[in-house]
T-cell receptor
Framework: NAGVTQTPKFRILKIGQSMTLQCTQD?????MYWYRQDPGMGLKLIYY???????DKGEVPNGYNVSRSTTEDFPLRLELAAPSQTSVYFC?????????????FGPGTRLTVL | EDQVTQSPEALRLQEGESSSLNCSYT??????LFWYRQDPGKGPEFLFT???AGEEKEKERLKATLTKKESFLHITAPKPEDSATYLC???????????FGSGTRLSIRP
């Protein structure tokens, strides 16, 4: 299993541009999450999904959109990028059912908006 | 308001000097509490999951405990390689939301 994969690893955007951060997991996990982490800070929940076709807002959803058409994929869309969205973005998944054990994290996407 | 608070923000210890990190939470319907370690430039690395008050888990020099309002991560006789940021997260509500605290930056001096 590849686990949780994220693309791209790095990206520089200009103010006002849009982009999609890709997240894919091959562990058949139902629950998936998007977080952002600013320098020296903890992770803030942007959006999450408990299954295909179901998404919900987290702590900091403004400026982002998500979709979940399959169990494997959970892309994060940035519309009209702003400097405040400069951050490291992590995608994570966790299996459904008793004994949650752990969230599996992707390697992250470092985004800079100039 | 649902939130997770970690203290202290930063902790500097001498090698071999034991201490504890705190994670307090105010959420409805706790379903699990997670501890992670994060090294600079890396993603979080899983340490423990605790599910109910009174539960304890150990791994090498680390021991995590859980009460109804908080969790402690005890580190015994730490070594410089234990230096990292330690993150606490909680899963709660029927929607399975998972939120994180801001972390404790631990530095162990040789």
């Amino acid at each position: 299993n590849a686990g949780v994969t994220q693309t791209p690893k790095f990206r520089i955007l200009k103010i006002g541009q849009s982009m999609t951060l890709q997240c894919t997991q091959d562990m058949n996990h139902n629950y998936m999450y998007w977080y952002r982490q600013d320098p020296g800070m903890g992770l803030k929940l942007i959006y999450y999904s408990v299954g295909a076709g179901i998404t919900d807002k987290g702590e900091v959803p403004n400026g982002y959109n998500v979709s979940r058409s399959t169990t494997e994929d959970f892309p994060l869309r940035l519309e009209l990028a702003a400097p405040s969205q400069t951050s490291v973005y992590f995608c994570a998944s966790i299996p459904l059912g008793g004994g949650y054990n752990e969230q599996f994290f992707g390697p992250g996407t470092r985004l800079t908006v100039l | 308001e649902d939130q997770v608070t970690q203290s202290p923000e930063a902790l500097r210890l001498q090698e071999g000097e034991s201490s504890s990190l705190n994670c307090s939470y105010t959420v409805s319907g706790l379903r699990g509490l997670f501890w992670y370690r994060q090294d600079p430039g890396k993603g979080p690395e899983f340490l423990f999951t605790l599910y109910s008050a009174g539960e304890e888990k150990e791994k090498e020099r680390l021991k995590a405990t859980l009460t109804k309002k908080e969790s402690f991560l005890h580190i015994t006789a730490p070594k410089p390689e234990d230096s990292a940021t330690y993150l606490c997260a909680v899963m709660y509500s029927s929607a399975s939301k998972i939120i994180f605290g801001s972390g404790t930056r631990l530095s162990i001096r040789p």
